[in-house]
């Protein structure tokens, strides 16, 4: 190189290039410059995490201020493209983070309003929230196209969960002996013992003629209801979706009569539509206040036989309507021997955010209060049934 001629930019290395992903244009005199598929890369962060002002102005990631301010930098993207680009330059763990950060984060409403964008997009959570959330901004068309995302997860979601409540409701294995020959309850160690008299030791085998199987308990299934009251404000949006999946699976189970109330301000009676959770899903609207109180009255007109009712209020129990109503209420439901729960969380992780004073209230005026999953929700109702409540 000649004396004086400019020096050839620099391509940073493997280490050196995701740093300079990760912090934007401004690290570039550090690290040099991107090309090819990397600088592709960029161009698709940016067009997301661009649009963080709070990064901006501190001169970092992902600002890259830079290239959008000579108009020499990347076309603008449009959500269609951009969604092209992340599926060719990202792995799959990747793209399902961008695609979650643009819909909850940044609320890129064209992920989920524009047809030609739910035509490509891979069906989600996240994307089934953000259909939730923005389904009164969509056309009769988008909202078509929307509930094949709604469909998928949901099929998705009652696939984990059958079996797990299939699980919670079946009979268990008793000590007692069977008469009924099924491999499924097969006794090896009482066969064991029963036929040590016929071991062979120069065979070293036990003969077996007299196999020992287990009996099944089965549940004494009288009578029960389950009162569902989901909260359907928008921080309850996971509980939502999981309450409606649920009680599609609880529903027609022997012994059980399922009721699905969602509640803001307002009550609506869901129970018609629980055997479709799509339906039911597409019919639910998140947001406004909230009136705890309002839809545990409705739920305690539902009771039947109080000592062979559950009443569940599923909520993160910030409550705008009256307190002390609720309070007598549910004291009003225990007293008759109705089983009261307040449930924190439904989804999943079973991760509570709620008012805990109004929980610990709701606890002294006897319900039983806390964070429980869907499996988990099972298990109680199916104790219940067993015989395991009151009276």
């Known amino acids: 190189m000649t004396p004086g001629s400019a020096e050839p930019p620099r391509t940073p290395d493997a280490g050196l290039e995701r740093w300079r992903l990760i912090l934007g244009a401004a690290a570039e005199r ?6 090819g598929r990397s600088a592709a890369r960029d161009a698709a ?17 992902r600002g890259a201020t830079a290239s959008r301010s000579g108009g020499s930098g990347p076309s603008q993207l449009t959500a269609v493209d951009w969604l092209d680009e992340i599926h060719r330059l990202f792995p799959k763990e990747t793209v399902e983070r961008l695609e ?4 909850e984060q940044y609320e890129i409403q064209d992920i989920v309003t524009d047809p030609d964008v739910l035509g490509r997009i891979e069906p989600s959570r996240t994307l089934l929230r953000a259909v939730l959330r923005t389904k009164h901004l969509m056309n009769p068309q988008v909202l078509a196209m929307a509930r094949r995302i709604v469909e998928t997860v949901v099929r998705q979601l009652m696939e984990r969960l059958r079996p797990e409540l299939h699980r919670a409701f079946s009979g268990t294995r008793s000590r007692r002996p069977s008469r009924l020959p099924l491999a499924a309850d097969f006794d090896f160690r009482g066969t064991i013992r029963a036929n040590l008299a016929h071991y062979q030791p120069e065979q070293r085998r036990i003969l077996i003629e007299q196999p020992r199987f287990h009996s099944r308990t089965r549940r ?11 909260d359907q404000s928008g921080s309850m949006v996971d509980s939502v979706i999981h309450s409606a999946v649920t009680a599609a699976c609880l529903w027609n189970l022997p012994g059980l009569k399922t009721h699905l109330i969602a509640f803001d301000t307002a009550v609506v009676d869901l129970t018609a539509d629980v055997t479709d959770p799509v339906e039911l899903l597409m019919r639910v609207q998140l947001g406004g206040g909230t009136d705890i109180a309002r839809a545990v009255d409705y739920g305690a007109g539902l009771v039947e036989n109080p000592r062979r009712c559950i009443v569940a209020v599923v909520s993160d129990f910030y409550e705008g309507g009256d307190r002390y109503r609720l309070l007598r209420t549910v004291r009003g439901l225990v007293e008759q021997g109705t089983t009261a729960l307040g449930l ?8 509570p955010v709620y ?14 209060v806390g964070a429980m999953t869907p499996g988990r929700l099972a298990e109680f109702v199916a104790e219940r049934l067993g015989g395991g409540g009151r009276g």
């Open 220 to 230: 004494r299934l009288e009578q029960w209801q389950l009162v569902l009251l989901v």
């Open 344 to 351: 924190a969380a439904l989804d999943e992780q079973a991760d």
């Open 30 to 35: 550090c690290t040099g410059p991107l090309d």
């Open 45 to 61: 962060l940016d067009w997301l995490y661009g649009r963080d002002e709070d990064q901006q102005r501190r001169g970092r990631r």
């Open 100 to 103: 979650r950060d643009a819909v």
């Open 355 to 368: 008012d805990r004073e109004l929980a610990g209230r709701l606890a002294a005026a006897g319900a039983h």
